[in-house]
């Protein structure tokens, strides 16, 4: 299929200062002076809406008291793929520890109804090739994926060893034994020679602190813990029927609100839609996988695929590069290099090119406004609806049922920007603008800690390294690494995330690649006969400085934005930031940490005995 360019409003429609100073507008009415501390941990009466497994019975079994080489904390795409690269040197006295009843990470835990991959799954899911597997379609079904987690942990020899409903209370290193005492709630003492911290980014719930939460007497939880005996329907046949005579309102308009929102509304007696921010939605082409393309594709194909959408969604296509990804994600890059090939591909320089991009950022995002006209037919539900901020301010989305739900005489758009979030609760429902909404059921689809502070995000209340050291006060000032997976004073310790270094736009390749980072690492110290790996403190600041050198400054674009997790809810130099630019881009970033292993000296590390 040959992918076109966008029918966009022409620049010259456009009052651009204007829409500037619109942005700015809708921004500052949103943004919240606690940032990210709006939203409340999971704790004390609603803690079930972490702790507590929906979908899983807990089977008892014995506290594990054992030795092993590495504990790899999470059993997500981040878990398995640690646990892929070490089963791939022959490391497989591992263990996966995850609170989740099973495999998956966040597509373990999100059933909610409607639930997919928000971008192109031949790209997201990884290792299609080595599995000798495909996504049914464009967009794959939430079980699906869970499905090929499952298959995945199976082939690596992971499933067997994991332990499941077990929640992480301390990590502590004895320094006489020179291993990591990875303690659990449910008895464990694993003495690990490494340990990887894989919870990935969306791994703790975050609930918005809503005034009055506690009073409310009705049914209410979070969508990643969805209860299907409450609403009816299942993960893989999402048919709501036992909400029929229920007043149903949720939270929020972002990805997961986006999907869920259709089947309510087909199903809810009375649907209250929460919005603070409205999300930028786009139609979504979701064919089923073609046999004969898939067939076709030669080997590397999606190392080559994940190369072009990267380009696509966060950087330039090449000239005359085509866009095998073709939707909301590489719009902007596939427009503009459509229009320079018009031209006879004139010379222009970066700051040229970056201003004919902003231009066409605010063509695509007038593009998704006047959609919203197109498909809602109340105008003033439309206005509320639509996005006022620049293209990647938020996910972008897309979804071809969302806007055709507001048509509907049951469903109810109730604006909460005034007040930047829901006024409060009550014992009957929720209140705005000073009316009381009597409901049923409140569903928070208020998303995950994602650049919060750390101790938030892991949920684990004492991370030690030596002498007694915290990760917590060692990171206080965020993150001090080496090559983003390691650091001083924590021997045989390694993270993933979005800590330090280049991003890729398939976050399972980022992972991917940390995780191949990580098992090399932990292969030397076996091969070397060490007893532990450590990043030394003067290779930590080397490297911490070379990323400050190479860092490209987001803030200026991210404190336009509107307030969202992209930005840690408009904090102006956030310590956790999602998104930290590495100017020389992802190839060179891979090809920097690919030189380090080939240098028999390994500077910036120690083996010890």
Known sequence: MTCQKNLMPAPEELDIPALKAKYRAERDKRVRKEGGEQYVRPTDDLSDNYAHDPFTPVAERAPVVEDIDAAILGAGFSGILAGHHLWKLGVKNVRNIDHAGGFGGVWYWNRYPGVQCDNDAYCYLPLLEEMGWMPSKKFSDGWEIQEYCDMM?????????????????????????????????????????????????????????????????????????????????????????????????????????????????????????????????????????????????????????????HRGAQMMFLPGEPDLICDIWTEISRNLEMELAEEGRPQLSIEELMARREVIDFQVMERLRRRVDALVEDKETAEILKPWFRFMCKRPLSNNEFYPAFNQPNVKLIDVSPTQGVERMTEKGFVADGVEYEVDLMIFASGFEVTSDLKRRWGIDTVEGREGLSIYDHWENGPSTFHG?????????????????????????????????IAFMIGETLKRGASTFTATKEGVESYVQHCRENEVDMSAFQNECTPSYFNNEGEKNPKWALFKGYVAGWDAFRDMLADWRQNPDLPGVAFEN
């Open 153 to 309: 942990a199976e082939r690596f020899e992971l499933k067997d060893k994991a332990l499941f409903h077990t929640l992480v209370e301390s990590i502590t290193w004895d320094e006489s034994i020179k291993r990591w005492h990875v303690k659990t709630n449910r008895g464990d003492d694993i003495r690990a020679r490494f340990v990887v911290m894989a919870g990935g980014v969306m791994n703790m719930p975050k609930l918005p602190g809503i005034p009055g939460i506690h009073d409310f007497k009705g049914k209410m939880f979070h969508t990643s813990r969805w209860e299907h005996d409450y609403s009816g329907g299942s993960w893989t046949q999402p048919v709501l029927d036992k909400l029929a005579d229920k007043r149903v309102a949720i939270v929020g308009t972002g990805a997961t609100a986006v999907q869920a929102v259709p089947h309510l509304a087909k199903y809810a007696k009375q649907l209250y839609v929460l919005q603070r921010t409205p999300s930028n939605v786009d139609e979504r082409p979701n064919p089923p996988t073609d046999p004969d393309w898939a067939a076709s594709l030669k080997p590397g194909w999606q190392q080559e695929r994940m190369a072009n959408f």
């Open 485 to 517: 997976v390691a650091t001083d004073n924590f021997p045989g310790m390694f993270y993933m995330g979005y800590i330090q270094g280049a991003t890729n736009s398939s976050t399972t390749e980022q992972f991917g690649r940390q995780a191949e980072h």
